[in-house]
């Protein structure tokens, strides 16, 4: 059983920083891709952004528009984890935001996995 634990949400000021971390544990035979989506009230989810393990192809990192330049994904896959690096923070990124894994357990099984979620709020 693969289980995913995001930290590091909580409430920051407008302009202000926070560093989410994901930790991938269970029976992990690799990890293609990682990555953070969120979900504000009444909206879908998507995405912010993703990073690649480079197990299939060089490790590459995707962001949405709105994040660009002022979120910076990272992994250590060694430890299985994901971070996210939030700066310049605005009120509209606030949001749930959930950590996403690409996960391969054993030699036929390949699945998405999400991780519980950790809040963001950017207020005054």
């Known amino acids: 059983q693969v289980q995913l634990v995001e930290s590091g949400g909580g409430l920051v000021q407008p302009g202000g920083s926070l560093r989410l971390s994901c930790a991938a544990s269970?029976?992990?035979?690799?990890?293609?891709?990682m990555g953070w989506y969120r979900q504000a009230p009444g909206k879908q989810r998507e995405l912010v952004a993703t990073i690649t393990s480079g197990i299939t192809s060089g490790g590459t990192t995707n962001y949405a528009d709105s994040v660009k330049g002022r979120f910076t994904i990272s992994r250590d896959n060694a430890k299985n984890t994901v971070y996210m690096q939030m700066k310049s923070l605005k009120p509209e990124d606030t949001a749930v935001y959930y950590c996403?894994?690409?996960?391969?357990?054993?030699?036929?099984?390949?699945?998405?996995?999400w991780g519980q979620g950790t809040q963001v709020t950017v207020s005054s």
């Open positions: 996403n894994a690409d996960i391969r357990t054993d030699w036929r099984t390949r699945n998405n996995y």
């Open positions: 269970g029976s992990i035979f690799s990890i293609y891709a």
